[in-house]
């Protein structure tokens, strides 16, 4: 269990397209403490999409801070 409240801090999901239609077989929810958001600003604010994706920086910052987490699939 976690001791603070937690929002949603991203999703996603995974699947294949089959016949024309795109079958999710897996969903991904990422909850995180609030606070996360202003310690991450100063980091990663101005990037670009392209930048936080490259390497998974935005993954990779997110696992790495001090705050309360959880994924669930």
């Known amino acids: 269990g976690c001791s ?6 991203g999703a996603g999901d995974r699947g ?4 024309g239609k795109f079958i999710k077989f897996t ?3 990422i909850y995180v403490e609030e606070a996360i ?4 600003s100063p980091k ?3 990037k670009s999409v392209e930048e936080l994706c490259e390497k998974e ?6 696992i790495a801070a001090p705050f ?3 994924v669930r699939v």
Not at 4 to 9: N, Y
Not at 16 to 19: G, R, V, Y
């Open 4 to 9: 603070k409240e937690l929002v949603l801090g």
């Open 16 to 19: 294949l397209e089959i016949n």
């Open 27 to 29: 969903a991904i929810g």
């Open 37 to 40: 958001v202003p310690y991450l």
């Open 44 to 46: 990663l604010g101005g």
């Open 57 to 62: 920086l935005l993954f990779e910052e997110v």
């Open 68 to 70: 309360e987490k959880v």
